[in-house]
């Protein structure tokens, strides 16, 4: 007995405070917390008046959401930035949600500069946010992004050129701090001339996203009536034809331009990670994996296809499910691991588990029917393995250590990691194994935010908030630089029609 008190208060030391969706942010493992600045960005402040948000009624050990934050004028300078620019222009190439155009944690690059042994891969720009786990969304010729400082978080809009902000909004926020930095957690979410963004207390905002306009907000604790989970609210928004779409306990969507609620689920447990959207049998359905388990519900309406549940020890489920034709894939770290579920006449029926892949906050990435990611906690990083495994059948291709409990996205049929502590690296997405091409070390502390590749430019942040940009416009061997080219895809955000 005594032993297993032992081993529950070992556990509970160690849990891990969730991000992301993404982006990811867990406990410190025995590494001392990095400091953001201790002030504040530099702003001038505007003259219009501040727009007071009632609190709700409050349950014991809730926590009330703060009073909404100043608006601010733009332009205004990069708070703590150290810009190094390069006077390059590239066409744009954009990643304006949370895991990509496509959901799918693949960058549709190619011929981006990959040998960076030979070549190291320059600094364009970098700057500091603020602490925090948000990762990037870039559209055309600007990149937003999250941080926190002194009590207040900060949405950045900063030109992609020179890394030099064009605008930020600031609001009063908890740091959130759980056996980890803290900081906000969900990734800004552009579609159109919008741009939507999360803060850990429910601060959710609709902005102008060229000039910062706050077109409308809400507090998605008094708006839903949830309760702030242990690490607060992290889901990045989902845009499905005219309409948001959230997980916050409830799966809610609200009309895109208004802010208007369309409809919301019943309550469960809040989760970290964010909607996913497939189709099946010629309807549209949402997969949401809260921390009670497997959730789909009716896109339309909310209505609840089926749930099933799926443990979470602590209450950090935090990836967002992978749906493949009539197929969910979905993996928790704390030894719960992963498991296929398949939807057949409304019923999630499942196929397999294992502990083979146990993804604690960031998303593993699926390519020509292997998953790639990250098996286990954050807080074990010395054991944490790269695994490639067989989406059908859960076996594992391979698995290898040595990169902490980092993150993974796919570009041109090549892994890019990032490792825990700074290292981005290169090899080929293979279930033959894992074989570094190249590997460069870019950032010093926490890295736990998936990096993001757009128009030939790498975007990287670690936990306290240092974000650098790195150019990959570079010829290959052999090519040239008008081999190097890219067409212009536009600055519009994704929509799902």
């Known amino acids: 007995m005594q032993r297993r008190q032992l081993r529950s208060s070992w556990l509970l030391a160690h849990l891990l405070a ?60 990069a708070p703590f930035a150290r810009v190094k620019v390069a006077r390059v222009k590239v066409a744009p190439a954009n990643w304006p949600v949370w895991r990509g155009p496509n959901a799918d944690g693949i960058a549709r690059e190619t011929d981006w500069h990959k040998n960076w042994n030979e070549k190291p891969l320059p600094e364009l720009w970098s700057t500091q946010l603020g602490i925090g786990f948000s990762s990037m969304a870039v559209v055309g010729d600007k990149v937003y992004t999250m ?89 990045s928004a989902l845009v499905v034809n005219d309409e948001i779409i959230l997980e916050a306990g409830r799966v809610v969507s609200y009309k895109k331009l208004t802010g208007e609620k369309v409809w919301e689920t019943e309550k469960y447990r809040p989760g970290y990670g964010a909607p996913a959207l497939f189709e099946h049998q010629g309807e549209q359905l949402l997969a949401v994996l809260n921390c009670d388990g497997l959730l789909v519900v009716k896109k339309k309406n909310g209505e609840e296809v089926d749930f099933q549940k799926w443990d979470s020890p602590f209450g950090t489920n935090s990836t967002t499910p992978i749906p493949v034709g009539d197929k969910i894939y979905v993996s928790s770290g704390y030894n ?17 588990n294992n502990r083979d892949m146990r993804n604690h906050f960031n998303n593993s990435v699926l390519l020509d029917g292997y998953l790639y990611g990250f098996d286990g906690n954050s807080n074990l990083g ?100 008008g081999d190097n080219d890219q067409s212009d895809q536009g600055t519009e955000g994704v929509t799902n029609e």
């Not at 702003?43 to 727009?51: A, D, I, L, W």
């Not at 719960?336 to 397999?352: A, P």
């Not at 090549?414 to 290169?426: F, K, M, N, T």
């Open 382 to 481: 010395r054991v944490v393995r790269v695994t490639c495994m067989n989406f059908e059948s859960g076996e594992v291709a391979w698995q290898k250590a040595g990169y902490g409990c980092g993150s993974v996205l796919i570009a041109d049929g090549e892994l890019i990691l990032l490792s825990d502590d700074g290292r981005l690296v290169l090899a080929k997405a293979t279930k033959d194994g894992l074989s570094e091409s190249a590997s460069q070390q870019i950032l010093e502390g926490r890295c736990w935010t998936v990096p993001v590749l757009a128009a030939k430019r790498f975007y990287c942040r670690n936990a306290a908030g240092h974000l650098v940009c790195l150019d990959a416009n570079i010829p290959n061997d052999g090519q040239t630089e």
């Open 147 to 235: 941080g926190h400082v002194d009590g207040e978080d900060f949405v950045y809009c900063l030109n992609a050129d020179t890394g030099k902000t064009v605008w930020q909004h600031k609001y009063p926020c908890l740091l959130v701090d759980n056996l980890h930095e803290g900081g906000p957690g969900a990734t800004p979410t552009v579609d159109g001339d919008r741009v939507y963004t999360l803060g850990r207390e429910g601060q959710f905002f609709c902005f102008d996203r060229g000039d910062g306009e706050i077109k409308w907000e809400k507090n998605l604790a008094e708006d839903l009536e949830i309760r702030m989970p242990e690490w607060g609210f992290t889901s």
């Open 336 to 352: 719960v691991g992963c498991g296929l579920f398949q939807l057949k006449e409304g019923k999630l029926d499942l196929l397999y």
């Open 18 to 77: 969730v991000v992301v969706a993404f982006t990811g942010c867990g406990e410190p493992s025995g590494n001392s917390v990095v400091n953001a600045p201790t002030a504040p960005p530099t702003v001038s402040q505007s003259n219009s008046p501040q727009t007071s948000v009632d609190s709700p009624t409050l349950e014991d050990g809730e926590i009330a959401p703060p009073a909404n934050g100043k608006r601010l004028e733009v332009p205004v300078a």
